[in-house]
């Protein structure tokens, strides 16, 4: 959790003064905290003793009224430095030391001056290369040897999430909350009229992060009226969502079992087998779609409208199809690259990918997880994703909800 | 024979406000104010046996008879004052010049350090104790005790009517002070509960009358008028004690020793 700190430094008599206990009451009185990171206590009474602190505060607010109180007591804010930087020792080798991101907001001091670090990803390294490449989030497996690679933590800021007025409301009220027993249909009015903002204001994309219980619970209708109505911008998925889906447009049926029956259809089991293996045969997706195979559903809406999406392959998946990522590494840096942009994320069902998404989010992107277990909703809460709203319920009523409210 | 610096308050008055004992309104008498003065020289230089040098009074700086806030004298180094308010800062050259005609080794402060001399920094055996917040910046704290190698103890002051250490604290010897608690805060009141083995506890309405601004020497003190009790107090402790009357000055905010500068 980051938060608001500054190094403080306290000379002179400080322990026979008490100014040195006088000053950690103070930082603790004006509800903030401190660290104390060296102090050298004089040898003798006549030597003067020297103390850095830390202080941290919840907010800049705070972190400013304490610094100028233990101004007054002679504590001074020590100027940072400039982050330490080494270069990578090798291709996909973070240097000793590195500094392991949070997805917070954070800064970081290059010759005197701070710069905000992009494409903010959690666990990962800041890259410092200088010129017109600005300081950014790099993943183990990015980094080449010799790139510049910030060490250590000074010189780097983390800013605690700062809540616009758009970010206030449905999020803050229910800030990492999944509850089965609160009034689902209100928060799924809350929940559109986000959605509705976030189209009207331009404040960034909607990414869908979906699993395949969406398709077998029935609910694939509902999420193509989503789609149809312009609130679909990203869509991050498996071979399963999109192996059923398309299952369903040319049988019907999901994992076999008729969607509009409820019954499984004989031979049903081999249904999505099936249909694999024809988009295989058209060459793919899109080649399916351009043949007019498939002429229906998520991943046909998904090529008729260009939206980008990401399906990332499992150990699991049968075919799988063709625009199926399966080198992880791969899916994972295509998966950052959709990011950009991206303001609001809704993730249905899927624990797989919900958390490989949750994890990539910079703190900043307000999310929804909807799940029907509670553990799953509690856990992507609990991933440091800030902004999270959490919504323990069965897909299809979600989205037939959703697609109701968002046509009003 | 201790030697102190004193200035003749031809030209007092009060004629700005920056504590709040000073109000243009309340005229100081002249006449009054020079009486006091020379009452104050005949006792120090009388009684205490003090040998008293005499700074040239300066038309347009009425608060230069406040020598104690010239700086601080320690051996043949002086440490010039920089004034918080503008209204003070033209006594500073004065003050520089006459200490280098003396003889002394001028050795300044940060010009960005506020610090009072010996308002704000009193000397109690082998160490400084010194006040800070309305006048003096505790950061000038730590040079002083480099400059001095002598440790310094910060007190932070919490009265404005106590605007200066000296008007609430007053060294007696080297192992006793007199000083008047409600003026500091707690830290502070513990450092010199803790440092100061032999403490003399004004009440509030002789405090008020500037008991601690007292000249002390040599087991003998002159103190305003009209502080009866912190008398007998000093007096129980064997002190010879003599009340000298300094209305005129109290209307600027100071008493004794403010009007006094100790020269070693």
């Given amino acids: 959790m980051g938060t608001y700190s500054r190094v403080i430094e306290?000379?002179?008599?400080?322990?026979?003064?008490?100014?040195?206990?006088?000053?950690?009451?103070?930082?603790?009185?004006?509800?903030?905290?401190?660290?104390?990171?060296?102090?050298?206590?004089?040898?003798?009474?006549?030597?003067?003793?020297?103390?850095?602190?830390?202080?941290?505060?919840?907010s800049e607010e705070v972190l400013d009224r304490v610094l100028a109180h233990v101004r007054r007591l002679g504590a001074e804010a020590i100027e940072e430095g400039d982050a330490a930087v080494l270069p990578a020792p090798a291709d996909g080798v973070f240097p000793e030391g590195f500094y392991a991101t949070t997805n917070l907001p954070t800064r970081v001091r290059i010759e005197g001056r701070w710069l905000d670090v992009e494409d903010l990803c959690m666990d990962s390294a800041i890259r410092v290369r200088g010129g017109s490449d600005r300081p950014r989030c790099v993943k183990m497996y990015e980094v080449r040897a010799g790139d510049p690679i910030v060490v250590g933590y000074e010189g780097v800021r983390v800013e605690p999430q700062r809540k616009a007025p758009l970010e206030r409301g449905l999020f803050e009220f229910m800030s990492s909350t999944a509850s089965p027993e609160k009034s689902k249909e209100r928060i799924i009015r809350d929940?559109?009229?986000?959605?509705?903002?976030?189209?009207?204001?331009?404040?960034?994309?909607?990414?869908?992060?979906?699993?395949?219980?969406?398709?077998?619970?029935?609910?694939?209708?509902s999420f193509c009226r989503i789609l149809d109505a312009g609130y679909v911008d990203v869509v991050f998925a498996g071979n399963g969502l999109a192996a059923h889906d398309i299952e369903a447009s040319l049988y019907g049926t999901s994992l076999g079992v008729s969607i509009t029956g409820g019954k499984p259809v004989p031979r049903g089991h081999e249904h999505h087998l099936r249909a694999i293996n024809a988009v295989r045969a058209a060459g793919g997706i899109g080649r399916a779609v351009e043949a007019g195979l498939?002429?229906?559903?998520?991943?046909?809406?998904?090529?008729?409208?260009?939206?980008?999406?990401?399906?990332?392959?499992?150990?699991?998946?049968?075919?799988?199809?063709?625009?199926?990522?399966?080198?992880?590494v791969k899916a994972?840096?295509?998966m950052r690259e959709l990011f950009r942009g991206v303001s609001m994320a809704v993730m249905v069902a899927t624990m797989l990918h919900s958390i490989a998404a949750g994890n990539l989010l910079p703190a900043a992107v307000r999310t929804v997880c909807v799940d029907i277990s509670t553990e799953m909703v509690t856990k992507l809460a609990d991933r440091g994703t800030h902004q999270s709203l959490g919504l323990v319920t069965d897909a299809e009523p979600f989205l037939r909800e959703l697609a109701a409210r968002l046509r009003e | 024979m201790?030697?102190?610096?004193?200035?003749?308050?031809?030209?007092?008055?009060?004629?700005?406000?920056?504590?709040?004992?000073?109000?243009?309104?309340?005229?100081?008498?002249?006449?009054?104010?020079?009486?006091?003065?020379?009452?104050?020289?005949?006792l120090l230089g009388d009684k205490l046996g003090l040998s008293i040098s005499l700074l040239r009074p300066r038309k347009g700086l009425p608060d230069l008879v406040f020598t104690a806030n010239a700086g601080l004298v320690h051996g043949d180094a002086f440490l010039p004052s920089n004034f918080r308010y503008m209204e003070r800062r033209g006594e500073e050259p004065v003050f520089r010049q006459w200490f280098e005609k003396e003889g002394y080794r001028i050795r300044p402060l940060p010009p960005d350090l506020f610090f009072e001399g010996e308002g704000d920094v009193l000397r109690v055996g082998d160490r400084l104790f010194a006040g800070y917040r309305f006048r003096s910046d505790i950061r000038s704290h730590e040079w002083i005790s480099k400059m001095l190698g002598l440790p310094v103890l910060s007190l932070e002051l919490v009265d404005d009517r106590f605007y200066h250490l000296d008007t609430c604290f007053c060294p007696l010897s080297d192992d006793a002070a007199a000083y008047y608690p409600p003026a500091f805060d707690l830290y502070g009141r513990r450092v010199i509960d803790e440092g100061i083995r032999r403490k003399v506890l004004p009440p509030t309405d002789d405090a008020l009358r500037f008991a601690c601004n007292a000249v002390v020497a040599d087991r003998k003190a002159v103190i305003?008028?009209?502080?009866?009790?912190?008398?007998?107090?000093?007096?129980?402790?064997?002190?010879?004690?003599?009340?000298?009357?300094l209305s005129e000055f109290i209307k600027a905010g100071g008493a004794a020793k403010c009007l006094t500068l100790f020269l070693d």
């Fill in chain 2, 224 to 245: 305003p008028a009209g502080c009866g009790t912190f008398r007998k107090l000093l007096e129980g402790l064997g002190y010879e004690v003599w009340e000298t009357e």
């Fill in chain 1, 191 to 221: 929940i559109a009229g986000e959605m509705r903002e976030t189209k009207r204001s331009g404040a960034g994309k909607i990414l869908w992060v979906l699993g395949p219980a969406v398709v077998h619970t029935g609910a694939r209708e």
């Fill in chain 1, 294 to 328: 498939l002429k229906d559903g998520i991943m046909y809406r998904l090529e008729r409208k260009g939206i980008p999406y990401v399906l990332s392959g499992s150990v699991r998946d049968d075919g799988p199809l063709p625009e199926v990522i399966t080198d992880s």
């Fill in chain 2, 2 to 42: 201790r030697r102190v610096l004193m200035c003749p308050p031809d030209h007092f008055g009060v004629e700005y406000e920056i504590n709040p004992w000073m109000s243009r309104g309340r005229r100081v008498d002249r006449a009054k104010a020079e009486r006091q003065w020379r009452d104050l020289y005949d």
């Fill in chain 1, 332 to 334: 994972q840096a295509r």
């Fill in chain 1, 10 to 58: 306290l000379r002179g008599h400080i322990i026979d003064s008490l100014t040195f206990p006088k000053v950690l009451d103070e930082i603790l009185d004006h509800g903030a905290d401190y660290e104390t990171e060296e102090i050298s206590i004089g040898r003798t009474r006549r030597d003067a003793s020297r103390a850095r602190i830390r202080v941290t505060a919840p």
